[in-house]
């Protein structure tokens, strides 16, 4: 067995010379999935609050945890522009072609839907507590069968052509479901919904052939935008123009440089004092893709939010260097994973997809390269309610290269095979480093891996989804309700079903948990997926969860951070003058 300490040595040599080679490969962690914010505990102060280590082995047991805000006291202060960092960026902001992480953070705060989780001092990170947004209201019929949404009225879409700020309605909701529907990607969020009645401006009917216990929370998914009409008459190409109702309209857009946008005049939410929002004047993201360009910018006071990922040496030194900023790390509602493209051989073959598994020491890759995380199994131990617990995560993926070697002999491998497996350097320095370990893994039983290191595009816009490949490693989207984890990439055509996996007993057990509109009873259905999914699939392979670490400029104020994209009550936020 290698030792872990050697092997994390030449890889902090990897990211060295990567931090210094290229700025296209330098340090961050978009992990195609967000984090939540806890405030440090640093130089002494807040004695009371957990340490991070406390505060991640909760997380680890799948317990809900507060997430804490820098500076949630005083009086809301009005202006400001700011600016938020980022590790990548891509072409189209069309909700209903693009998943990627990238396009869902620069149109969340222009964009809304009919629900949302809401926000706070006492609401975990994942925790999914659905408050109204474009809806007041919803009802549901006695069968299951009917939903009901009466929606905001006095609502203005931005002024922007050809909307131009008329008023919402029922007609826009009918419209971009039915596009999702027939196009999106999201389609599976409402799979049993047959039609959509809209008998007055104000209210939208969903009718469904079947009960379909995750349809409130996929109202609220951050893939359930919802656009104007206008979008699907061919009025404007949704790919580069964003038109919404939500507390900001974009103003200008450098792909992989920079987003701009500006309060909305014309919003319709009010503060608790019934003053307009938002309260800043604009913000922006940029894409800073170089950990110590961006570590320098954060320090300067050039960026008040920095998402990329950092090195846990240079995270504690940022937190010495700089400590008046407000720190945050918890585990992931993400997760990363290998896929597997069952259609090609042997990777067909369930032993050999079992021997990639136990050739990968998750635990040495996850301390020594993140400084901390979980073993996850097919739905994030975030969602505590619905992961197994972490002793079953463990024993149902062990680290055990000798018993690799035995079954890749009993496959008819007793010499090896070779594998190409692709990634993308986009998510930063730190997944590169993971996909560099896992690949020394897997050769160290056999499996001589070709690693193809691709652009985001092409990983994420074809290879991926096209499934053009042996084996794949990278983050997966922290969805936030366990059917999207396991229907939506496991069921035979499901949308993010990547791996060419069809097992009809398995989308049977699927179907089932759809209509068990009991919370617990669904809860042990959903383990018992992935007890069978991990006993007769194993694809797509888990690998590990990551602590994953944001960081705040002293004066942003009253931010809650929640797993799903797209900085979830910015409107409420502000920028406090120093002291």
């Excluded at 505060?55 to 400001?80: I, K, L, N």
Aim: aromatic share 10%; charged share 25%.
């Amino acid at each position: 067995m290698k030792d872990p300490t050697t092997r994390w040595l030449r890889l902090l040599a990897l990211l060295a010379a990567m931090m210094m080679v290229a700025a296209a490969c330098g340090g961050d962690d978009a992990d195609d999935a967000t984090d939540a914010t806890v405030e440090a505990d640093t130089e002494g102060e807040a004695e009371d609050e957990e340490s991070f280590d406390d505060q991640a082995a909760a997380q680890q047991e799948g317990a809900d945890e507060e997430a804490a805000t820098p500076a949630d006291s005083g009086d809301p202060v009005r202006g400001g522009n700011l600016i938020i960092s980022g590790p990548s960026d891509i072409g189209s902001l069309d909700p209903i072609a693009s998943s990627s992480f990238n396009t869902q953070y620069r149109i969340a705060q222009a964009y809304q839907r009919l629900l949302t989780f809401d926000t706070g001092p006492d609401i975990g990170y994942t925790q999914n507590v659905l408050i109204p947004e474009l809806a007041t209201e919803w009802e549901i019929s006695e069968d299951n069968l009917t939903y009901t949404f009466k929606l905001r009225e006095g609502v203005m879409w931005h002024d922007v052509p050809p909307v131009s700020g008329r008023e919402f309605t029922s007609a826009d909701v009918k419209a971009t479901f039915e596009a999702v529907l027939a196009e999106g990607h999201q389609s599976n969020l409402l799979e049993r919904v047959t039609s959509i009645d809209t008998p007055d401006d104000y209210t939208v009917v969903l009718n469904l052939s079947e009960p379909f216990a995750p349809l409130l929370n996929n109202m609220a998914s951050h893939f359930m935008w919802i656009l104007p009409a206008e979008a699907f008459e061919e009025g404007y190409d949704r790919t580069s123009t964003v038109i919404g109702t939500g507390p900001f309209v974009m103003t200008e857009r450098e792909v992989d440089v920079v987003t701009k946008f500006e309060a909305n005049p014309n919003y319709w939410e009010t503060d608790a004092n019934g003053e307009p929002l938002p309260y800043l004047d604009g913000y922006e993201q940029v894409v800073i893709n170089d950990t110590q360009q961006v570590l320098a910018a954060f320090q300067a006071g050039e960026i008040h939010v920095m998402t990329n990922g950092v090195p846990d040496e240079l995270w504690t030194q940022l937190m010495t260097d700089f400590p008046e900023a407000f720190y945050g790390e918890w585990i992931d509602a993400g997760m990363g994973q290998v896929g597997v493209n069952l259609a090609r051989e042997p990777f067909n073959d369930i032993r050999v997809r079992q021997a990639i598994s136990l050739a990968i020491d998750r635990k040495g890759m996850g301390e020594s390269i993140r400084g901390g995380g979980t073993i996850p199994t097919n739905v994030s131990p975030a969602l505590s309610d619905f992961a197994l617990p972490e002793s079953e995560r463990e024993e149902y993926l062990p680290y055990d290269p000798e018993a690799a070697k035995a079954l890749l002999a009993e496959a008819g491998f007793p010499d090896g095979l070779d594998a190409t497996l692709i990634a993308t350097d986009r998510y930063g320095a730190l997944y590169t480093a993971q996909t560099e370990w896992l690949v020394e893994d897997l050769k160290a039983v056999g499996i001589n891996v070709t690693l193809e290191l691709l652009d985001y595009a092409t990983y994420f816009g074809s290879r991926w989804p096209d499934v053009e490949y042996d084996l794949q490693f990278g983050p997966q989207t922290p969805f936030l309700e366990p059917d999207e984890w396991l229907r939506g990439q496991m069921g035979t055509g499901a949308g993010r079903n990547w791996y060419n996996i069809s097992d009809p007993e398995l989308d049977a057990l699927l179907d089932e948990q759809l209509g068990i509109i009991d919370p617990a009873e669904r809860a042990e259905k959903i383990k018992e997926i992935q007890r069978y999914a991990l006993e007769n699939l194993m694809n797509p392979i888990p690998v590990w969860t990551v602590l994953t670490r944001w960081a705040y400029a002293p004066d942003f104020t009253n931010f809650y951070r929640h797993a799903s994209y797209g900085f979830n009550g910015l409107e409420e936020t502000w920028l406090a003058p120093s002291s």
